[in-house]
């Protein structure tokens, strides 16, 4: 698998970059850069077409694309207001707008991207390439943890250095190098991710891209090292993410099946008989998801109280504009407004910016929908989708868009195909 063209190689090599990237710190700065690089290069591209290659060219934008770049171009008119109405000053709106940049922005970015001449294949030959150096350096972050090797001076054990690239903002944790994490002597993996949940959640989207490979090597090699990279995250979402996903995705690609259909039936009037027994085991389950980390459900459960409260209470419709960080000491100085994407939203952003996301994620899950039936690319967009929802209710996903790019890359990919038949049945 070789790149034939400018953007495959740009998406090629930042791929298989992703950890020489990491240990230099510049993710953050590279990826976003990349982003937006490609973006222009595909203004230039649409802009120098003749009417007759107008015609037959693949670099049209789907639908879906434009209603992701409309919707976030309005978050970004929500958090100036906000700004505004909280008279942040004219720094931090620059800083929330660079911001914007790297983070809201490449949700639409890496969707209008996939206009390009990029094969889902390379996407997923690369995805198996990380997911083996991920096998390979979690044996060494577990052989670091064994002789317990850190540098003097670190912030945490198992941390090498704070890249010097942190003068780009952005947060210092997003330019941390760690070799291993330690949560009370419990062994966490956070790999070329910032935090070990992020880890989970790439690792999520990686498996099921992975499991679109053509080469069966590479694919039980990419499966098993995302497997591999979700328990060594040691992340509660993680962990039940995958499963649901697999049951869903499954179970939307088939539906229109008569056998899974009448399936489908007899298992809700079971279900409806047994109600008050399946609720009750729903309720202990919940429990022992609690219980495996009662500290961090404590501080998460009192981020989204204090979040909701002064949402209403404070700044309903355009949001605060920024979270509140550091938190007060009852969530251990965690930002309000954080480690959950609709509750942050509405904290930072309000209503407003809460239906400029949700917007785009609804369509983005009917397009896929309606094409799972006849296109494995529009099946693994709409398992990226499906991860991303369940861990949008225990992160901040739009923070993490530079880590899980080639997922929403994959979906635009799949956003692109029904285009491509449309054209096919005008011309014919």
Aim: hydrophobic letters at 50%; charged letters at 10%; proline letters at 4%.
């Amino acid at each position: 698998m070789q790149p034939q063209n400018l953007e495959e190689k740009l998406i090629w090599y930042l791929l298989i970059g992703t950890y020489l990237l990491y240990f230099l710190g510049a993710q953050y700065i590279v990826v976003p850069a990349v982003a937006w690089f490609l973006s222009l290069y595909l203004l230039r591209k649409i802009w120098g077409q003749t009417p007759k290659e107008q015609l037959n060219n693949q670099n049209n934008i789907p639908a879906t694309v434009w209603v992701w770049m409309v919707c976030m171009v309005c978050i970004l008119f929500v958090i100036v207001i906000g700004h505004n109405d909280f008279n942040l000053g004219t720094t931090r709106t620059i800083n929330s707008i660079i911001n914007w940049a790297r983070q809201h922005a490449l949700f639409a970015l890496f969707l209008l991207i996939s206009c390009l001449n990029i094969r889902a294949q390379l996407i997923y030959r690369a995805v198996c390439i990380i997911c083996l150096q991920g096998l390979i350096f979690t044996a060494l972050g577990y052989l670091a943890f064994a002789l317990q090797l850190t540098i003097p001076g670190s912030l945490y054990q198992g941390n090498v250095y704070v890249s010097p690239l942190k003068f780009a903002g952005g947060g210092s944790l997003l330019y941390e190098v760690s070799l291993y994490l330690t949560e009370h002597g419990q062994l966490r993996m956070s790999l070329f991710t910032p935090w070990a949940p992020a880890l989970g959640l790439v690792a999520n989207i990686y498996f099921f891209l992975a499991y679109h490979e053509s080469n069966r090597i590479w694919k039980w090699i990419g499966m098993t090292g995302a497997v591999v990279m979700i328990v060594v995250s040691v992340s509660r979402s993680a962990l039940i993410c995958l499963p649901i996903t697999l049951v869903l995705t499954w179970f939307f690609v088939h539906f229109s099946r008569p056998i899974v259909q009448i399936t489908f039936g007899l298992v809700s009037f079971v279900t409806g008989i047994f109600a008050t027994q399946l609720l009750n085991l729903l309720t202990t389950i919940q429990a022992n998801f609690t219980s495996a980390r009662p500290s961090s459900s404590r501080v998460r459960n009192t981020l989204g109280e204090i979040g909701m409260y002064r949402w209403w209470n404070e700044a309903p419709v355009w949001g605060h504009g920024i979270q509140d960080n550091p938190g007060p000491k009852l969530v251990e100085g965690m930002p309000i407004g954080s480690h959950h994407t609709w509750i942050g939203l509405l904290f930072t952003n309000g209503i407003m910016g809460f239906i400029a996301l949700g917007i785009p994620f609804v369509w983005s899950f009917i397009d896929l929908l309606l094409k799972v039936h006849k296109s494995k690319t529009a099946q693994a967009g709409l398992s990226v989708i499906i991860v991303l929802f369940i861990f949008s209710f225990a992160e901040n996903i739009e923070g993490l868009t530079y880590i899980y790019w080639p997922g929403l890359l994959t979906m635009g990919l799949a956003f692109k195909e029904a285009v491509y038949r449309k054209q096919n049945l005008v011309i014919a």
